[in-house]
């Protein structure tokens, strides 16, 4: 009767048998979405990697009906998937089986903006974008940024802990969230928005819990966050990087750190083959000449932030003199204008884009050393040419966040392949482990990479996790199957 369908992988998976099916006598027509064709873009994630069967998405306005909905499915014993705005790239965003979504996509209202502090409170489906926006008005900006930003929703973030392109400069989730709301599974309401502070020590700070918790412990519905003071002056370098060794890559990234300093907000990287992507698939040209491109084996992205345009040209300046003196950089494209900034930025940030282009995704993200980072692409490859795997995937590349040694490492092939899958999986989570990395960096766990955890995660550390989400959601009934292994 429940058929889920994850394109990825077999996971044998059923249904728990204790949840309640829901009938018709369990809502009313108010605020929901019940009918086939407007359930569909809630049931599949971004990836188009899995697919649930749910049949009510419920969307509330307030707390307090995000609060009277889950007491209901607690007495009724009915499961349930949060959900922002389904950018997540682990499964974690949509039901498995027939969980009921709950949207935050109304829950979009600007709390407060206070201008002594800096301290942004909203509602949790409020779109980065739009927060982004908002706070600009004020000279502010917010701590993270992220390629999604258009469509996630704060509240989402922070159940992720989202990384992105600014956590170099501005720091994680972890640090900048103030004050979260969070209705948890029997309805009621945790809330430490109340009087959001820089500095708070009575006791144990239990908002943290929630942060990257995945829907798992209780859905945030209100988020206070403190936002930066925005950059009056921000400029965007394109690095062609000389030499086919990821270690000039490094070299790179040392110089920046030295000679950039306080002022670098984003240090970004992306191989050849990413280039070659947003090329084929996304019709962006490469912005070097041809001479440059056919040597270039890696790009660097990097971006500074400053109060004073003057200082930074003149750091960019030493930089680009360092570059050239240790012969580590081929080409150097410093962005003009606006539309300069945002076609480089969107070579980087239209990665992802591209490659769902191609047909399937396997998709990784993955935490290691500096100096072993781009080893496990080289290592990928290396596996396919000898297993003959040439002619089934069609790319296999590595971009990502060097400044927080965070690797994305996508494979692609037109359709979903066993033997691709099999040639990655485990693979490269033991080499992950073996190089002392972590297998997730900042798309959490979700529902594909749940069962990977202890090659990241000690067994006396799961068995906490387990016994929080026992405390906070016992009937288990928020986002089943998902984050925590099966036993
Ligand atoms: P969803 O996808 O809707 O949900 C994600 C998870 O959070 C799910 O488990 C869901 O159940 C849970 N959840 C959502 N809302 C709530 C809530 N209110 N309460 C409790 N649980 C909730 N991620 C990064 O970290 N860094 C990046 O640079 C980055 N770039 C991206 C670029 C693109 C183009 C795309 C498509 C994705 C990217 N992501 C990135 C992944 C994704 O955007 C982030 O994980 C984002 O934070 C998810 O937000 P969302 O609102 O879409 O959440
Ligand atoms: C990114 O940094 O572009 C995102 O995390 C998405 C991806 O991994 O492709
Ligand atoms: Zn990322």
Known sequence: KFSFLIQTRNLA??????????????????RCLDDVNSLDSYNEDWLKSCKGNSKLVLLPKTTLELSEILKYCYAKNLAICPQGGNTGLVGGSVPVFDEIIISTRLMNQIIKLDEESSILSCQSGCILQNLDDYVSQRSLIMPLDLGAKGSCHIGGNVSTNAGGLRLLRYGSLKGNVLGLEVVLSNGEILNSMNVPLRKDNTGFDTKQIFIGSEGQLGFISGVSILCPPRPRAANLILVACNGKSFQN?????????????EILSAFEFMDRESMRAVKENSNLENPFSIEVSEKCDFYCLVETHSSDEESALRKIENFYSKLSEKDLGLDCIVAENKTQFSYIWSLRER???????????YKYDISLPLN?????VIDIRKR???NDAKNYFRRCIG??????????????SEKYDEKIFKLLEPFLYEWTMKNNGS???????????????YYSKTKENVEYMRKLKKLFDPKLLLNPYKTLPDF
């Open 13 to 30: 998976l059923k249904r728990f048998p204790n949840y309640s099916i829901l009938t018709d006598k369990d809502y009313r027509k108010n």
């Open 249 to 261: 890559v490094i070299q790179i990234f040392k110089t920046a750190k030295l000679e950039l300093n």
């Open 351 to 361: 990665i992802a884009e591209s490659l769902t282009k191609d047909g399937h995704n």
């Open 372 to 376: 072993k980072m781009y080893d496990l």
């Open 384 to 386: 396919f040419s000898e």
């Open 399 to 412: 971009y990502g966040h060097l400044g927080d040694s965070n690797l994305h490492l996508n494979v692609t």
């Open 439 to 453: 297998i997730s960096a900042e798309h959490g766990l979700g529902l594909k990479k749940k069962n990977y955890i």
